[in-house]
């Protein structure tokens, strides 16, 4: 942590320094945690294979050596004190862009090549003493030039001052369209405890009006916007976080106040912090076409395609189709865990097209 300009950010903003240095020590000691587990996981594996080869070595009269599967477990954990260091200091930061062609006979003529980019989970608590790297990825979207930036939630982590030292960043993102966005489950604060109900209820209101003022975003709380190009039009619909697998900690979608006034046959574009909310209310039991959600992180690990997200959740990464209708699943941007292996940080180019439907 950039002490320094922690303290020039407590200056600006009263009480973020302790704030920030709160949730610094929290995540850190989390953090620090994991990484010893996940150590003593990768030392223990080849003593457990030298005990289990030990065992019947003594059933047939053979010895076998310890000192291998030490040295074996001595291996083990360096490699994963290696790649620890490059998903802190090097992977959470290496984003990429997904270009993604949708392609439905039902969007309006006036829409085909409208260039959406979806960004989500930015959890700003990552970025703090980072300023420069949130600064040149506001730049790299903006240079791809989109008509709609559309945001899925999980802006912070723990409070809603974790925005204040980057209000100045975000406010610059650029869309013909504008900035779309909606919650997630991290910005109704669940995760703090000994607030009253109150309390908890500002912090949410406070992390709303800084989107909807500071930043200039439109967010959407179970309500839509319109988009219109000449007599056509488009309808952004946004819930509010409704997780409905096995983490439902947050309950707040009301999808049918978000959906008035669109059917008439408009096209609807949905967005959904968690992906099991498509499963659970739009599947079969809407005609929105299109979905975007984010919350999986992919669990900010993947190798060689796979993701232990998948145990979770069904939908964790990329798209999925059911019939006519499509939920895209981005990965994010930031994360709960200052580390990303494999599962690279992912801004989402969703070009639409006016054709075929898959």
């Not at 062609?101 to 970025?127: C, K």
């Not at 984010?294 to 990329?318: K, N, V």
């Amino acid at each position: 942590m950039d002490r320094t300009r922690n303290a020039a950010y407590g200056r600006l903003y009263p009480g973020f320094e302790s704030q920030s240095l709160r949730i610094f020590c929290f995540m850190s000691k989390f953090f620090l945690l994991f990484v010893l587990t996940v150590s003593f996981f990768w030392w223990l594996l080849p003593q457990v294979v030298y005990l289990f080869g030990w065992l019947v070595g003594l059933v047939f009269r053979q010895h076998l050596a310890w000192r291998p599967f030490a040295w074996a477990g001595v291996c083990l954990l360096a490699l994963w004190w290696m790649v620890f260091a490059y998903g802190n200091r090097v992977g959470r930061f290496r984003w990429e862009v997904k270009a993604v062609d949708y392609e439905n006979t039902m969007l309006p003529t006036a829409f085909d090549g409208y260039r959406l980019v979806q960004i989500s989970d930015l959890h700003l608590d990552g970025w703090i003493g980072r300023r420069d790297r949130l600064s040149r990825l506001v730049e790299e979207i903006n240079a791809l030039e989109p008509d709609l930036i559309a945001f899925t939630g999980d802006l912070v982590s723990f409070d809603y001052r974790e925005l204040e030292p980057f209000v100045d960043i975000l406010a610059s993102l650029r869309a013909k369209d504008g900035v779309v966005s909606i919650l997630g489950n991290h910005d109704y604060d669940p995760y703090e405890r000994g607030l009253t109900s109150s309390e908890r209820q500002q912090r949410i209101d406070s992390l709303v009006a800084k989107q909807r003022t500071a930043l200039g975003w439109r967010l959407l709380l179970n309500e839509n916007c319109i988009i219109r190009r000449g007599t056509d039009s488009v309808a952004v619909l946004g819930v509010e976080n409704q997780s409905c697998g096995a983490h439902n900690i947050i309950r707040r979608g009301r999808l049918s106040q978000a959906m008035a006034g669109t059917e008439n046959g408009t096209f609807r574009i949905l967005l959904s912090h968690d992906p099991t909310h498509w499963r659970a209310e739009v599947v079969g039991q809407t005609d929105i076409p299109l979905t975007l959600s984010g919350h999986t992180h992919a669990m900010q690990f993947r190798l060689f395609g796979f993701t232990p997200s998948r145990w979770i959740y069904p939908e964790c990464d990329g798209r999925y189709d059911a019939g006519a209708q499509t939920l895209y699943v981005n990965i994010g941007l930031g994360g709960t865990l200052p580390m990303r292996i494999g599962a690279t940080p992912e801004i989402t180019l969703l070009t639409l097209r006016h054709g075929h439907s898959k």
